[in-house]
């Protein structure tokens, strides 16, 4: 048998719809056997002239016992349905919550096609297992153990033989259950794999077509397929030689316990009703086991699946609780009030890396002040940022926020502290008030309007066909850059969060809609403590403090107009951008 031990604790979860599926099962087996039974009393009386009362009482039994199991079976099916929904849907909750745990800095290493293929196709391999696999194995464990204890006190040489022909059909597939394993785990790969190809080109068809590059990565996708292709043929190969075996043995043994019997019987051994018996019984005895041997497959296909599931279940946490020190006790700020955030000798390495991508970083973001973060591409900009909204905590250093060190507050509590504008803002796939309603669930209408008309973009959005019940698309492709980025920022100012965090926001729009967005984004930041990160000189002008990175590391500080006179690496990149202008 095939019992994998997490998944078999996952369907126990839901006990009473999985024991109720087990009981279900052995009474169907019960009705199986006493049908059996009274055939074969009911076959004896026949050929040995029996009474008629007494053949009529038989063949009663066998319809009763026929139709009980006819309902037994039908209502097992529908328990095993809703145990089956049961485990997917609090496994589902399970790895979503997980991965929402786990967050960016998790995810960021996965391929989205792959996620939604473990998070879809792998759920649902799940169901057969834990519905129909594991309740059948239970079955198959007592069932035949039971009817071959009754055989064997009707004779020992038949039962030897029928728990013969049972032990082998249990535990005879383990000579190639490790082979069927790997063939298992190589098709679950090509599928995810195909999977993640196909979000792939999805996503990204207009850049195929741009460099006339569909065809080849069809190609690849292609061959994609033959491997599943190939790796699906192999696994059902695997799957189908069990299968013959299984009924081979199943088959051979009847045939053989039939034999032993008839000669028992001629040597008087057997009387005519007990040579009966044991023909039907025998079957009884196989039928679980060859039932639990069709289950094999989709067995094999949960328990693939399991690895990808558990994956993400055992992922190691990105974000780590330390305690308190040097008064990270502290209590917080009070939302809707400026704290004062600083970086204490902050470096991060990501996993695999042979440098930090932040080594050594000390600055400050004070409340009412706003910060400029520049440099080149590859400097370290984007980690810092992911360092601050805690998709990932550093390796050295610490952070804190009004003294209090941000791995002492719950991850939820510390991102209420931020608003995030990015430069690639994503908008989900439903109307312009679902998306606003992202930052504060219970906004009414009247606070939707003004925190779009702070950022200068409700004319435009009352003038949608449907104005705030507009559908904007998957990711907002129903809008332009600048009316995407305008709804962002209106969500910005719709969480009134005391931090803001502005992650290149106007680098890809035009002059017209950068001014606008400048605009809108100059009202969102009074009062607030503010880091911006950009290349552009145009952005960061009106900053208090800039600090410059390279490789990581902070070269220079100070304020914008103080560093451009000094000459240093940002009045350069800034003469650079302009020639380039």
Not at 65 to 89: C, D, E, M
Not at 240 to 251: E, N
Request: charged letters at 20%; aromatic letters at 8%; hydrophobic letters at 45%.
């Amino acid at each position: 048998m095939m019992i994998h031990p997490r998944l078999a604790r996952l369907a126990l979860r839901a006990s009473f719809l999985f024991f109720l599926t087990v009981g279900l099962g052995l009474l169907g087996s019960l009705a199986a056997v006493g049908q059996g039974f009274a055939t074969g009393h009911a076959l004896a009386e026949v050929l040995t002239g029996g009474a008629t009362e007494e053949l009529l009482w038989l063949f009663a039994v066998v319809f009763g016992l026929i139709l009980s199991r006819s309902i037994l079976l039908w209502t097992q099916s529908v328990v095993a349905a809703l145990l089956g929904a049961t485990v997917k849907l609090r496994m589902r909750r399970e790895m979503y919550g997980r991965l929402l745990d786990l967050g960016h800095g998790y995810t960021t290493s996965l391929r989205s096609g792959e996620v939604q293929a473990t998070l879809s196709d792998g759920l649902e391999h799940l169901d057969p297992y834990v519905s129909k696999y594991l309740p059948q194995a239970v079955v198959a464990l007592v069932v035949p153990l039971a009817v071959v204890a009754y055989l064997a006190t009707i004779d020992l040489y038949i039962g030897g033989i029928v728990l013969a022909g049972a032990v082998f059909i249990a535990f005879g597939p383990r000579v190639w259950q490790r082979t069927l394993g790997r063939a298992g785990e190589r098709h679950w790969a090509s599928w995810t794999t195909v999977a993640s190809q196909f979000v792939d080109g999805l996503l990204g068809m207009i850049t195929l077509k741009a460099f006339n590059a569909s065809r080849r990565f069809g190609r690849q996708l292609r061959d994609e397929a033959v491997g599943l292709y190939l790796a699906t043929r192999h696994l059902l190969v695997v799957s189908l030689a069990s299968h013959i075996i299984i009924g081979v043995t199943h088959s051979g043994g009847l045939a053989a316990a039939g034999l032993v019997g008839a000669f028992r019987f001629t040597q008087g051994d057997l009387s005519a009703a007990e040579l009966l018996v044991v023909l039907f019984l025998a079957n009884e005895a196989f039928r679980p086991l060859s039932e639990l041997a069709q289950y094999w497959h989709q067995g094999y296909m949960g328990t693939s699946a399991a690895n990808g599931i558990f994956a993400i279940v055992d992922a190691e946490e990105v974000l780590h609780g330390t305690p308190a020190r040097d008064g990270a006790g502290a209590a917080p700020a009070v939302a809707g009030s400026a704290p004062t955030v600083r970086f204490e000798g902050v470096s991060y390495r990501y996993p695999g890396a042979t440098r930090d991508a932040v080594d050594g970083v000390d600055v400050e973001i004070a409340g009412g002040r706003t910060l400029a973060i520049v440099g080149r591409s590859g400097s370290g900009k984007t980690t810092l940022i992911s360092l601050l909204l805690r998709a990932f905590d550093p390796t050295a250093g610490r952070i804190t926020i009004d003294e209090a060190d941000v791995r002492s507050l719950p991850p939820r509590e510390y991102r209420t502290y931020f608003a995030y504008v990015s430069q690639d803002v994503y908008l989900f796939h439903g109307t312009v008030a679902d998306n606003l309603r992202l930052a504060r669930e219970s906004a009414s209408d009247e606070e939707l309007i003004q925190a779009a008309r702070d950022a200068g973009v409700h004319e435009f959005v009352a003038g949608l066909p449907d104005g705030y019940e507009t559908m904007v698309g998957e990711r907002g492709v129903r809008l332009s850059g600048g009316e995407r980025q305008r709804v962002a920022i209106a969500r910005a100012f719709l969480k009134d969060a005391p931090v803001l965090v502005l992650d290149e926001p106007t680098s890809s729009l035009d002059g017209e809609n950068e001014r606008h967005v400048r605009d809108s984004l100059l009202r969102l930041m009074k009062g607030r403590a503010t880091v911006v990160i950009s290349h552009r000189l145009s952005a960061v002008d009106f900053a208090d403090e800039v600090v410059m990175l390279d490789a990581g590391r902070v070269v220079e500080r100070g304020a914008p107009g103080d560093l451009l006179h000094e000459d240093g690496r940002f009045a350069a990149l800034t003469r650079a951008q302009v020639m380039s202008a």
